[in-house]
């Protein structure tokens, strides 16, 4: 059976993927492993690292990854730093993939900048080009349910899930990209979300245009 990790975004435990991972174990007949790391303390070179660890501990020979907001750029920088990997895919869910203007905005402020952490200074802080150029393919999924904080910080004038625009979530190179109806932290308990996420791991695509 292929393993999945799933790696969380700033500020989350891993437990919030609780019904992502029931749903793609009873749909899909997928195991979800949350991978837990923190943002705050830890550099994306040390996460990295131990990412690769528990991925060669897991000891299987097909693995697919799931990454919510900085979770999705946690994955990238290991498939650049750890490129020789077991088969898999790999779906990000609201991944600022350029940059974060809501993460730029909140950096203004000091107590906010000061629990954000290295690994969000280094990957969100400035705009950046990013490129999917490994042989696993790479679905995005954006939402457009603008509810968040990200809102009221960044003032998008364009779809987005209230705390990532859509436009900050494409990444050159990517195999599919869709856009869903659901907010930041909505898309972890959302049942398309879900659908979608459990049919790209294992067929390769979305099931919507």
């Given amino acids: 059976m292929a393993a999945v990790v799933y790696v969380h975004g700033l500020w989350m435990p891993g437990d919030e993927s609780l019904v992502l ?6 749909e899909f007949a997928l195991e979800l492993k949350a991978f837990r790391y923190s943002a705050v303390g830890s550099s994306m070179s040390q996460i990295t690292e131990r990412l690769a660890e528990l991925v060669k501990d897991l000891a299987s020979p097909e693995v697919h990854f799931v990454g919510h907001s900085l979770g999705g750029l946690v994955i990238y920088r ?3 730093r750890f490129p020789d990997q077991p088969p898999g895919r790999v779906v990000f869910l609201g991944t600022p993939s350029v940059a974060s203007r809501a993460a730029e905005h909140a950096a203004r402020f000091a107590p906010i900048a000061n ?8 990957e969100l802080l400035q705009p950046r080009e ?17 509810i968040g904080l990200g809102q009221l910080l960044a003032h998008f004038k364009e779809d987005n899930d209230g705390t990532v625009a859509v436009s900050e979530t494409r990444m050159p190179g990517a195999t599919d990209h869709i856009v869903l109806p659901v907010s930041h932290l909505g898309m972890l308990i959302s049942s398309r979300v879900a659908e979608e996420t459990g049919r790209f791991l294992t067929e390769g695509r979305f099931s919507l245009r």
């Fill in 21 to 26: 991972r029931s749903r793609l174990a009873h």
């Fill in 78 to 80: 290991f498939f650049e």
């Fill in 115 to 122: 629990l954000m952490g290295q690994s969000v200074a280094e």
């Fill in 130 to 146: 990013r490129r999917w150029t490994h042989p696993q393919a790479l679905g995005i999924v954006a939402g457009s349910q603008p």
